[in-house]
């Protein structure tokens, strides 16, 4: 997972990630792809009225580790289908 780059939707405007919060207590689970297409597949099937909003980064596996300490996330969410969607959740400590 370390050596993979992974694809990531954040919003241009105020810097926020795309999340999950698969329950009200958590922090929020940073959703991460395994291509740019399945990033704009998702934002173009679950967002397509505000898909103009939020661009497409990418990031390294390395460096997913400072970022969710940085913004204090739970974890990632893996999202495997992005027209279900189907999400593989994963909890950071």
Excluded: C
Excluded at 5 to 34: H, K, N
């Amino acid at each position: 997972m370390l050596s993979e780059i992974f694809y990531l939707v954040r919003s241009p405007t105020d810097g926020r990630y795309l999340i999950a919060r698969p329950d009200a207590e958590s922090s929020g689970y940073l959703l991460l792809f395994r291509e740019h297409f399945d990033a704009l597949s998702y934002l173009n099937t679950h967002a397509a009225e505000v898909a103009n909003r939020f661009a497409v980064e990418s990031i390294p596996g390395t460096q997913l580790g400072n970022l969710l300490k940085r913004w204090g996330f739970s974890g990632v969410g893996i999202v495997t289908d992005p027209l279900l969607p189907k999400v593989e959740f994963m909890q950071h400590n």
